[in-house]
């Protein structure tokens, strides 16, 4: 079993936190779309507000991003934002220290992260980068998970994220849209590798549908 957190953490250059300031009641939350680098050069993010228009000017002097384009036009936008040099990088860290980040999204002027985590000392690691940082960080809640939040539909997180995105990137389509080579490197590991974690993965799922 794993440790679920949720800690908030707060930094003025932080990606969007300019925005999310000068903006009161706008809500931003990162999208679970094709971003896999540890250290991504952009994001997904949808955002509810009572003026888009406001919310688009902000962010067109927001130091932290170099651009954005709105993707999806609803009740919440989702923009695609390219993230400056200057902002303050803390996607790399729970990546680096094998946590998967699960949520994050805005609250008033700073951020609340749920991390799945190993055990505790994990939770020490992130906790002592933040302060090395100058981030504020405060843990709001922890707990245990259960062998059935740890494995759903027969799946453990890392097997969920390959499958969604071989999908996304039109593995499994006919013709594929995307080679076993080019989605190996995607995961930084072999074409063999990948091949395995995928019939590992497909396995369970379907053993989990089957009910074998």
């Not at 009572?50 to 902000?58: C, L, N, V």
């Not at 999806?72 to 400056?84: E, F, G, H, N, P």
């Not at 200057?86 to 860290?93: D, F, G, S, T, V």
């Not at 097997?159 to 080679?179: K, M, N, T």
């Amino acid at each position: 079993m794993s440790l679920v957190a949720e800690a908030q953490v707060a930094h003025p250059d932080i990606a969007l936190t300019p925005t999310v300031r000068a903006v009161p009641g706008a809500t931003v939350e990162r999208e679970r779309l094709v971003v896999r680098d540890l250290d991504p050069s952009f994001l997904f993010v949808s955002v509810s507000c009572s003026s888009f228009e406001r919310f688009e000017d902000t962010l067109a002097t927001d130091g932290t991003v170099t651009e954005s384009l709105v993707i999806s036009d609803d009740a919440r936008r989702v923009y695609r934002v390219t993230l400056s040099e200057e902002r303050k990088r803390l996607a790399p860290i729970p990546a680096t220290l094998g946590i998967n980040l699960e949520r994050a999204y805005s609250q008033d002027d700073s951020w609340v992260l749920r991390l799945q985590l190993p055990d505790r000392e994990v939770l020490s690691a992130f906790n002592d980068y933040c302060d090395e940082a100058g981030i504020q960080v405060a843990v709001t809640s922890l707990r245990r998970t259960s062998a059935a939040e740890d494995r759903i539909y027969g799946l453990t997180e890392p097997q969920r994220d390959l499958l969604a995105v071989a999908h996304e990137e039109g593995y499994f389509d006919d013709p594929r849209g995307i080679s076993l080579q080019d989605l190996a490197e995607q995961f930084d590991v072999s074409p063999t590798a990948l091949s395995r974690r995928l019939r590992r993965a497909q396995d369970n799922l379907i053993r989990a549908a089957l009910g074998t």
